[in-house]
């Protein structure tokens, strides 16, 4: 058969040179490994089809050897064919030129099997690899799937080979660079990535869209979100040694720009960043949060929005250092639940919920009165679900900071909580279970005897959560058990 193959795939007519890739491809799942005596003739035979003078061919070889490379990845006989991936990359791109998305996604797929491969002569390639995919993540005539797919494999490389990729220093500002341009040349918010999983937030965007919003873009990837995962990726996996300044620096030079969307890209890739690189950001804070509150006051609704998501990671993820900015950093927030965005609001109350979670009293006392009254306020007058479900997180957060202090709006806020711990709407569940909630934090905030009047009715509610079909419902009712 192999003798059959060989001299088809030398045969002077394309069709047959075609076919004989098409038999090596359907041979690969089933006998994979017993063509191990054939490997360096094959290796031969796809070298001179990915030159061939005819497209089909190239096709059909790629196709072929793809599916070996992908079988073989964890084996050690993936070296004879390793040196074959540039070639592999250089028809592959001349695929994506001409929008044959097939033979890139197959590629794609077949780079992202090799990503853990264990050999050498596979990892050498790691430049060309990146390279590639880098180009077809800014190729806006491809499929968003077949990009997104180009920037899981970068993603992947950075996880599997986190300090080779940091140490080219060349590849890692040309991937950075493109991934930031990706976000500023973007029309959509980069604070998004905050609120994905949250159908609330769904909700409220196709009702802000208006006719021309279609609720299934939120589900797909989209150019921002392929940016910042992959980022977020980069950041996490790659030695802060190497990333932390290239990313940071592009955030500043950023923020200082006169045009809008620079400064979004800006200010949002520092909040994306801040999970992944918190150990060294918690060192730099004072120079970086200058220029985060100057983007909460920006003119632009996008970058304020992005300032408000960057100031929610930090304060998540820069604990304790973030704590020595809360004078400045609450009344900035305060004043952002008033904006006339939706989202500002939102994303707002997340940053209260992140950042008074790990307060002192003192720390939020000054702001303490003002700030339960305009979360109240708001969870009353806004018909926006997520709007309220992160006004709620919040004002529970608000109650851990506040401790005994809280006590005395315990009866107005568990008022508020009472009427949506009634919910029985079951696209409503989640703000159900997010007021039971704020119950439990509020009892250990303010301690059992001022808590003792609302216990009876918060008991009851969470039990009667356990009578829902709802695992959600579930899991807040045990907790407030707890």
């Not at 919040?394 to 711990?421: D, Q, R």
């Not at 709802?470 to 907790?479: I, P, R, V």
């Amino acid at each position: 058969l192999f003798q059959f193959i060989a001299k088809a795939a030398g045969d002077a007519n394309g069709d047959a040179r075609e076919l004989a890739f098409l038999i090596l491809g359907e041979m690969t799942e089933t006998i994979g490994l017993h063509l191990k005596p054939q490997f360096p003739s094959m290796a031969t035979l796809f070298a001179n089809a990915l030159n061939d003078s005819e497209t089909k061919v190239q096709n059909a070889s790629v196709k072929a050897l793809g599916q070996l490379l992908s079988y073989l990845a964890d084996e050690q006989e993936v070296d004879i064919f390793a040196a074959l991936i540039p070639p592999v990359i250089g028809v592959a791109d001349a695929c994506r030129k001409r929008s044959d998305e097939d033979t890139v996604s197959n590629t794609l797929d077949v780079l992202y099997d090799l990503s853990y491969s264990p050999s050498p002569a596979v990892a050498v390639h790691l430049n060309a690899i990146v390279l590639f995919c880098l180009a077809c993540i800014q190729d806006s005539n491809l499929e968003m799937g077949v990009r997104d797919s180009a920037a899981l494999v970068i993603a992947t490389q950075a996880e599997s080979k986190p300090k080779t990729f940091g140490k080219d220093d060349a590849l890692l500002s040309q991937v950075l660079e493109a991934l930031f341009n990706l976000i500023e040349n973007s029309e959509e918010s980069a604070a998004g990535a905050l609120f994905e999983s949250n159908p609330a937030w769904k909700e409220d965007m196709a009702e802000e869209g208006g006719d021309d919003f279609d609720p299934e873009d939120l589900d797909s990837p989209s150019e921002t979100s392929m940016a910042q995962g992959t980022l977020d990726m980069l950041a996490c996996e790659i030695p802060k040694k190497f990333v932390f300044q290239p990313i940071v620096s592009r955030c500043i030079s950023r923020l200082t720009s006169p045009h809008a969307h620079h400064r979004k890209a800006g200010i949002a890739c520092l909040g994306v960043a801040a999970e992944g690189c918190s150990e060294p950001l918690r060192e730099h804070l004072p120079d970086v949060m200058p220029h985060v509150f100057a983007a909460a006051g920006d003119a632009d609704a996008q970058v304020r929005e992005c300032a408000c998501f960057a100031l929610g990671q930090i304060s998540e993820h820069c604990q304790p250092e973030i704590l020595a900015y809360s004078s400045q950093i609450l009344p900035i927030v305060f004043a952002l639940l008033d904006d006339t965005s939706v989202a500002v609001q939102a994303t707002s109350c997340y940053v209260l919920e992140m950042f008074c979670e790990r307060l002192e009293p003192e720390g939020v006392r000054p702001l303490l009165d003002a700030l339960v009254k305009k979360l109240a306020s708001m969870l009353e007058s806004t018909t926006k679900r997520s709007v309220q479900e992160m006004a709620v997180a919040a004002l529970a957060a608000t109650a851990v900071a506040a401790e005994e202090e809280f006590a005395p709006y315990i009866a107005g806020v568990s008022s508020l909580m009472a009427k949506l711990m009634s919910l029985n709407e079951e696209k409503l569940y989640s703000l159900r279970g997010r007021a039971l909630e704020c119950m439990g934090h509020m009892a250990i905030a303010v301690g059992k005897e001022n808590f003792r009047p609302y216990f009876q009715e918060t008991m009851r509610c969470a039990c009667e959560g356990l009578t829902f079909d709802s695992t959600d419902l579930h899991e807040f009712a045990y907790a407030v058990f707890a």
